[in-house]
């Protein structure tokens, strides 16, 4: 059963334009999100994250904006760049303090120059 | 360099054979753990550690072990690896359960 779940397997935007990658969850107890980025041939990378008590966070190109009521968060960046291509993971904090991160199956995002 | 370190990078084994992949941080982390990708599931916890000598399960434990004996080494082990176990496996290390993870740069284990 995913919990956290990312429906677009793969998005594909041109250089300078704005990517949108979403992301839903199921489980309302998650209090923290975060979303990694995954070039091939190495770990993830934290890229940006959000409190539950929040509904929008930003950092340079990148924001994350959350709808609990919805239970969906997504992640804009702007503009978006060649180096922007990459896997991106969606993940939520599990309850307590096991550090436990349940990951969506990832985007694939390419950039066109 | 902050860094996550796994060894080896790249693995093929045959089933049966037992094998250990190493995973060292040198952040002074509390917390560490194990992650596990496979195709279309993203990266699903095989173990944690919060602690020193403090190892806990996380969603898919079957056929592995760990071990914390210090603060900066969180080895996985399968003592008898089958082909289901063939995947790419991460290590991760926080502060705490609480902050983000650092993850290392993958193991692909191949078990035929």
């Known amino acids: 059963d995913q919990q956290v779940k990312q429906n677009s397997p793969s998005l594909s935007v041109q250089e300078g334009r704005i990517s949108i990658l979403n992301c839903d969850y199921t489980?309302?107890?998650?209090?923290?999100f975060l979303w990694y980025k995954k070039y091939p041939a190495e770990g993830p990378t934290f890229l940006i994250s959000?409190?539950?008590?929040?509904d929008k966070n930003e950092d340079g190109r990148f924001t994350v904006f959350l709808n609990k009521s919805a239970k969906h968060l997504s992640l804009h960046i702007v503009p978006s760049q060649p180096g922007d291509s990459a896997v991106y993971f969606c993940?939520?904090?599990?309850?307590?303090?096991?550090?436990?991160?349940?990951f969506g199956q990832g985007t694939t995002l390419q950039v066109k120059p | 360099e902050a860094q996550v370190t796994q060894n080896p990078r790249y693995l093929i084994t045959v089933t049966g054979k037992k094998l250990t992949v190493t995973c060292s941080q040198n952040?002074?982390?509390?917390?560490m753990s194990w992650y596990r990708q496979d195709p279309g599931l993203g990266l699903r916890q095989i173990y944690y550690?919060?602690?020193?000598?403090?190892?806990d399960k996380g969603d898919v434990p079957e056929g592995y072990k760990v071990s914390r004996k210090e603060k900066r080494n969180f080895p996985l082990i399968l003592e008898s690896p089958s082909p289901n176990q063939t995947s790419l496996y991460f290590c991760?290390?926080?502060?705490?359960?609480?902050?983000?993870?650092?993850f290392g740069q993958g193991t692909r284990l191949t078990v035929v």
């Open positions: 952040m002074n982390h509390e917390y």
């Open positions: 959000i409190s539950s008590i929040k």
């Open positions: 489980n309302s107890m998650f209090d923290y």
């Open positions: 991760a290390s926080s502060f705490t359960g609480y902050t983000e993870a650092f």
């Open positions: 550690s919060m602690n020193v000598e403090v190892t």
């Open positions: 993940a939520a904090r599990g309850s307590g303090n096991t550090g436990k991160l349940i």
